[in-house]
């Protein structure tokens, strides 16, 4: 999908949602469960190439995660268990300062050019862990070491987006389709 530059408004509702999410995880930290962060490298080449899958596809899970990028409460305890002597504006200022400048239209607020502008370790468990279907597949039928090339034809909305070969090197993008306009 197409960048556009943050929008000034979307950018100020999230930032009252955050707030919020902060708030309700400070008065509610007894009850909360903090959620693992899930920030382990890749243990072996299976997972290392369904890491490469997961750049290639540019983030087509990522849609759903609209204006509130799957954060939660949880999450936001787990920040706050991290750094406990952060006060409740500076987990928003650490979740707020990575925002980027243009975002993926139609995507997670997070969602820009270069992927995920959040660190790993602020996002949540959702974006951690979640692996769709393809994927899964994917990875059942590589072998844990020494998998073999890979090569993979990415469609968005039942549109071919990408070809890439996925090997120990990294993604290589063999050919893409032109952006989809405004």
Known sequence: DPLAPQDPSRRALFAQHLAAMAEGAVLDRERLEVEAAGVEPPSNGREMLSTLACAACRGSCCRAGGNHAYLTEETIARSL?????????QVVD???????AETTLDSCIYHGAAG?????????????LYLCGKLTKLRSLLPESQ????????????RWARTA???????????????RPL
């Open 147 to 158: 998998p073999p090339p890979v090569l993979a034809l990415l469609f968005d909305r039942g």
């Open 94 to 100: 650490s979740y707020l300062v990575h925002l980027p």
């Open 116 to 128: 995920c502008g959040l660190p790993r370790a602020l996002r949540s468990s959702t974006c951690n």
């Open 81 to 89: 268990e991290a750094h406990p002597d952060w006060t409740l504006a």
């Open 165 to 179: 070969l996925l090997d120990e090197a990294g993604v290589r993008i063999l050919e893409e389709a032109p952006p």
